[in-house]
């Protein structure tokens, strides 16, 4: 599988800044609705009438609310990423950063209520295919990975297959998580998971 870098981010200053704010701005309200009153709730006419735009400035960017979804899920993954802090360097940081991001999920408005009541959504937009919020995250990953290589405390490899292989460890335990945590405290479950990233990535 090959991981095409993000695109650039449009500077503030510069002249796609409105649009960008535009964005942002539907973006907030998509996941205004989402967190309230979940997918059902979501629509293209909704959406411009909570952000306070016309439907047209809607299509401009999404077809359908369907696209939305897609694009907002992969949104919060980025500010996520973000959250979890600056690129990890050695092992360590990469085990320490992917367990802050299963912190950091659950405690995400957005992503704790589809967990909560619709986890039917991660199985259409993470499971089915890769899609763009996990390539977010895969990037993410094989950047690291290949910087703790060079440092040698990540064993040789291909950094895009064990970022994959990373992101379904993460990924099980975090949508498993509600689950699994009737049998395994929530602390044992994140301990776990960090030994088995750990032993995985270890040279």
Do not use: C
């Not at 367990?99 to 619709?118: I, Q």
Request: zero cysteines.
């Amino acid at each position: 599988m090959t991981i095409r870098n993000a695109a650039p981010q449009a500077s503030a200053a510069g002249p796609d800044a409105g649009h960008d704010r535009t964005e942002e701005r539907l973006l907030e309200a998509a996941t205004e609705i989402v967190a309230t009153r979940g997918t059902r709730g979501l629509s293209i006419s909704e959406l411009a009438r909570a952000a306070g735009v016309s439907r047209p400035t809607v299509y401009r960017r999404w077809e359908s609310a369907d696209d939305v979804l897609r694009a907002l899920i992969a949104h919060r993954m980025q500010l996520v990423i973000t959250a979890v802090g600056p690129g990890a360097d050695d092992r360590a940081a990469i085990v320490d950063r992917v367990v802050r991001f299963g912190e950091l999920f659950h405690a995400d408005a957005l992503f704790s209520r589809l967990l909560g009541t619709e986890p039917e959504v991660f199985t259409r937009y993470a499971f089915q295919r890769i899609g763009r919020s996990q390539r977010v995250i895969l990037e993410w990953l094989a950047a690291n990975i290949t910087t703790a290589q060079e440092g040698g405390t990540v064993r040789p490899g291909s950094a895009t297959d064990m970022a994959v292989m990373v992101l379904l460890l993460s990924q099980s335990a975090v949508f498993s998580h509600k689950t699994v945590t009737t049998v395994i405290s929530a602390d044992a479950l994140r301990a776990e998971l960090a030994h088995a990233i750990d032993g995985y990535l270890r040279p």
